[in-house]
């Protein structure tokens, strides 16, 4: 295989444990809060797909390599929901869940660190990761993650949890209620 720009390190037999991931916000929409993995499952199984997917990432965070023992809280990692959201049709669609430190996991729901007050932290945490970053560039990122759930939290989305059904053989019964009329937009 020859390497170019487009060839990832993982491409090229590096094993993604070794190769440090940019982070990124990814800010929920309202209109789509309280209706995630952990609402659409059994305790039994949430605990079994998160327990998967820790073990996959040798029970470390798959962004910055951390165990998450020296964080202080009281889970090691964490399971992140990767949602995929098609803003034209409003579809919220589940593609996989990454194991993140409990630091990543809060600049990926910057939002909420911003109303419990951690937003400077989740922002020192944004620019540790991403080092190659201004702090220019850590501010635009975060003002335009925050933009971006502004307008997303305008309308309803769909829900989307195939992919559970497909890794894990669960059949999903998605109970999301409508709270906007797109029709009043």
């Known amino acids: 295989m020859v390497a170019d720009s487009n060839t990832s390190l993982i491409d090229i037999g590096i094993p993604s444990s070794f190769v440090k991931k940019e982070l990124h916000c990814e800010l929920v929409p309202k209109t789509c809060w309280y209706s995630n993995v952990r609402d659409h499952t059994t305790q039994a199984q949430w605990d079994k797909i998160r327990n998967v997917c820790y073990k996959l990432a040798n029970y470390r965070c798959e962004i910055c390599g951390d165990t998450g023992i020296n964080q202080g809280r009281k889970h090691r990692c964490e399971a992140h929901e990767i949602w ?27 939002g909420r660190a911003t109303i419990l007050g951690n937003d400077k932290r989740a922002r020192f945490h944004l620019k540790h990761i991403n080092s190659h970053w201004t702090w220019g560039q850590v501010f635009k990122h975060c003002e335009n993650a925050i933009a971006q759930y502004e307008e997303r939290s305008k309308y309803d989305y769909e829900l989307n ?17 409508k709270k906007i009329d797109d029709t009043l937009q």
């Open 84 to 110: 995929k959201y098609d803003d034209v049709n409003r579809l919220q669609t589940l593609i996989g869940l990454i194991s993140l430190c409990p630091r990543c996991h809060e600049v990926k729901h910057y």
């Open 161 to 177: 949890m195939d992919w559970l059904n497909k890794t894990f053989n669960l059949n999903i019964k998605i109970h999301r209620e």
